[in-house]
C-alpha cells in the first residue's frame, strides 16, 4: 500500500524521488528553484548532466517533487529517464559510500518488487496491532533505503520479513558468563521462568545439564535466527572451539517481526512481553545492532521516564501517556569483536495496557494510504469529522511529547514507529511510547527535578569519562529541541499534514497553526516562556538532521543543515494576515 505521492507497481521511481528529495532537502546539491503554476520547479547539474523535477516546498521546507517528474538531460539535449547508477556515481562521498548506497538503494527496490508480487493487496484497517505492525510495509517515507536489510536474500526477507507474518523461533546459546553483562528484574532464574514459561525452561536447563555445564558458569541468551546464521562461522567460531559458548537450537515461543525487522512479538502469548534483538544489517542509515552500553542501562532509563510519567497529574489527566518500559537486557562481549551483536532488550506488551474498549495502532499508519486509494483514518476523519478528529489527534500526540520536554526537560525520539496511538473506535485517547535505550536525551541543568535521574556511573564504567553528546546527557539545549522536532514534526507530522492536504484538500498552514495553538497554549498554561525560550522552538529557522549526508559522507555521527521553522512565530502571524 503506498504514500500518498506513490505510483503503484512502480518502487524504483519511489526510492529516487526520495532520494532527490533528501538531496535537495539537505542541500546536497546546489539547486536553482523557480515557481510557476503553483509549483516549485527544481533545477540542478550533477556530474556534468543537468536534471530537473517539479514539486512542492512543504512545512520546514520539507521537498516533495511531484510522482514522475524526476529527469535527466541527455547527451543530445532531450529530456528522460534517470540512471540511478549514474546519479548516485556523481553524489558527494567516497567511491565507497557511494558504492554502499547504490546497493542499498537497489535492494529497496528488489525487496519491495518481491512485496508487489508476493504479497496480495489486503484491507488493514481491520487488522490487529500485532498483525497490522506487520502489514505497514511501505517503510520511512523520507529516507530512500528503506527497505535495504543488507545481507538479507529473497529467503530471508520471506522468513524474516514483517510483511510476510512469517513465524519463527529464538535460537539459544550458552554463553560464558565471563562475557555477560546483565540487568534483569528479580532473580535470574525466576526471570527466564516467567518469561519462558515451565516447559521451555524446563528443556534449556534439561539441554545444559547433558553438556554438562553447570549454571554458575554459563548464561542464557537468545539469538535472531538469521543473526545466528550471520556469525555462526566467523565471529563465534572461536568462542565453540573454546567451549566459551553452545548452540541449544531454536526452541520455545514463536516470534513474528515488527515493522523495524529487530524488534519482534511472541505470536503463541500475545500478552508476554516484545524482545529487540541485534541484527547484523543495515537498513535506513542505520546498523541494526545494540548499542552495548544501552542494553544494560535500559531497565534504568525507562523506570525513570516511567516514574515521571506515573507520578505527574498531568500525563493521567491532561495529555494521557503510557511508558512501555523496557525492563530487563542481557549482552554478550560488550568491549570485543561481538560487542552490540549478540545481547537482547525485553520490553512491556503494549496491548496489555489496553483498557476495555480501546485499540491501538502504530502511529505511522496514519501516513498510509489504503487498497481503496483513501488513507487509513479515512472512516474514522468521515465519523467525527476532520478539524474536530485532527484537534484531538493533536493534542493526543504532541502535548505529552511536550510536556514530557519543556516540563520534565527529557526529549523523547518520537517518531512513527516508537509511537503508538491508542484509541476507541477511532476517536484518540492516549498515546503510548516505546524505545528508549538509545533515542531519549537530556540537560542536567534543565531537567525539572535532577535527583529522578539514573545515577549512570554505576551502570557502565564507561559513563564515567563520557563528553557531553557522547550518550544520553548533554550541554546543549538545542539538542533536546532538535530531537522532538526532528522526530515529531519534521519527519513524522509534517507526513499526517502532507496526507490531509493531498486527500481533503486541508492545506498544511491550517494544519501548523492549530498545532503553534496548542503549543501557545501550553506555554501560557505552564507559564512556560522561559523554559521554550531557552530552547528557541520558535526561532525562524531551526537544524535539523541530515540523514542521506551522513550516509554519503560517514566521517560525523551527526550532520545537520538548516530549515525554516514551520512553527516561528513570526511566519505564523503572517500565514494569519488577510
Known amino acids: 500500500m503506498p504514500l500518498p505521492l506513490d505510483l503503484k507497481g512502480q518502487p524504483g521511481e519511489r526510492v529516487l524521488r526520495q532520494l532527490v528529495a533528501a538531496l535537495l532537502y539537505e542541500g546536497v546539491v546546489d539547486t536553482h528553484r523557480s515557481v510557476r503554476d503553483g509549483r516549485t520547479h527544481f533545477h540542478w547539474t550533477l556530474g556534468g548532466r543537468s536534471y530537473r523535477c517539479i514539486g512542492t516546498v512543504g512545512p520546514f521546507g520539507r521537498v516533495r517533487p511531484a510522482a514522475g517528474s524526476i529527469e535527466a538531460q541527455g547527451d543530445d539535449g532531450v529530456w528522460g529517464e534517470v540512471s540511478m547508477a549514474q546519479f548516485v556515481s556523481a553524489l558527494p562521498g567516497t567511491g565507497i559510500s557511494r558504492g554502499k548506497l547504490l546497493g542499498e538503494l537497489k535492494q529497496t527496490i528488489a525487496f519491495s ?4 508480487r508476493n504479497i496480495p493487496p489486503r484491507s488493514r484497517r481491520p487488522m490487529s496491532f500485532a498483525a497490522l505492525e506487520g502489514a505497514l510495509d511501505e517503510g520511512h517515507p523520507y529516507h ?13 526477507h520471506a522468513a524474516y520479513g514483517p510483511e510476510t507474518g512469517k513465524a519463527f523461533q529464538l535460537v539459544w546459546l550458552l554463553v560464558d558468563r565471563k562475557h555477560l553483562r546483565h540487568a534483569l528484574p528479580g532473580g535470574e532464574t525466576a526471570f527466564w521462568q516467567s518469561e519462558l514459561g515451565p516447559e521451555t525452561w524446563s528443556q534449556l536447563t534439561a539441554m545444559q545439564a547433558q553438556l554438562d555445564l553447570p549454571a554458575d558458569a554459563f548464561g542464557l541468551v537468545p539469538l ?8 555462526a562461522e566467523t565471529l563465534f567460531a572461536g568462542w565453540i572451539s573454546a567451549g566459551e559458548a553452545y548452540c541449544l537450537g531454536p526452541m520455545g515461543d514463536r516470534y513474528t517481526a515488527t515493522q523495524s525487522v529487530r524488534s519482534l512479538l511472541n505470536l ?9 534483538l541485534p541484527l547484523n544489517m543495515v537498513n535506513t542509515s542505520s546498523l541494526r545492532t545494540l548499542e552495548p552500553h544501552s542494553v544494560c542501562t535500559a531497565p534504568a532509563i525507562s523506570r525513570w521516564i516511567s516514574g515521571i510519567a506515573v507520578d505527574d497529574v498531568f500525563f493521567h489527566e491532561r495529555y494521557p501517556l503510557t511508558i512501555l518500559q523496557e525492563y530487563a537486557g542481557i549482552i554478550a562481549d560488550a568491549d570485543g569483536p561481538l560487542a552490540g551483536h549478540v545481547g537482547a532488550i525485553w520490553r512491556e506488551n503494549a496491548q496489555a495496557t489496553l483498557l476495555l474498549g480501546e485499540a491501538i495502532i502504530p502511529f505511522n499508519a496514519l501516513m498510509m494510504v489504503e487498497t481503496d486509494g483513501k488513507p487509513f483514518a479515512d472512516d474514522w476523519i ?5 478539524m474536530p478528529w485532527i484537534n484531538r489527534l493533536l493534542e493526543i500526540s504532541v502535548l505529552p511529547v511536550w510536556h514530557l520536554l519543556i516540563h520534565h526537560g527529557i526529549a523523547v525520539e518520537a517518531h512513527g514507529q516508537n509511537m503508538l496511538l491508542v484509541h476507541r473506535d477511532g476517536w484518540p485517547v492516549r498515546l503510548i511510547l516505546r524505545d528508549f535505550h538509545d533515542s531519549m536525551e537530556f540537560c542536567p541543568a534543565y531537567l525539572r527535578e535532577p535527583q529522578k535521574a539514573p545515577d549512570f556511573l554505576p551502570l557502565n564504567p564507561l559513563y564515567g569519562q563520557a ?3 557522547q550518550y544520553y546527557w548533554t550541554d546543549n539545549l538545542d539538542s533536546l529541541r532538535e530531537l522532538v522536532m526532528d522526530t515529531l514534526f519534521v519527519y513524522n507530522l509534517a507526513e499526517i499534514s502532507h496526507l490531509l492536504d493531498h486527500c481533503y484538500g486541508l492545506p498544511e498552514s491550517r494544519f501548523w497553526q492549530r498545532v503553534e495553538s496548542l503549543l501557545a497554549i501550553y506555554a501560557q498554561e505552564h507559564d512556560a516562556a522561559g523554559r521554550l525560550a531557552l530552547l528557541g522552538c520558535d526561532q525562524p529557522h531551526i537544524l535539523t538532521e541530515s540523514l542521506m549526508t551522513r550516509k554519503l559522507l560517514a566521517l560525523k ?3 545537520h543543515h538548516t530549515v525554516p521553522n514551520a512553527l516561528a512565530s513570526k511566519q505564523l502571524q503572517r500565514r494569519r494576515k488577510p
Open 382 to 386: 468521515r465519523r467525527f469529522g476532520l
Open 224 to 231: 535472531h535466527p538469521w543473526q545466528w546464521r550471520n556469525l
Open 113 to 116: 518488487e518481491w512485496n508487489e
Open 467 to 469: 563528553e557531553p553528546d
Open 268 to 276: 503463541d502469548r500475545p500478552f508476554a512481553a516484545s524482545i529487540k
Open 144 to 156: 530512500p533505503c528503506y527497505k535495504a536489510r543488507t545481507g538479507f536474500s529473497n529467503a530471508d
Open 557 to 559: 555521527p551527526e550532520y
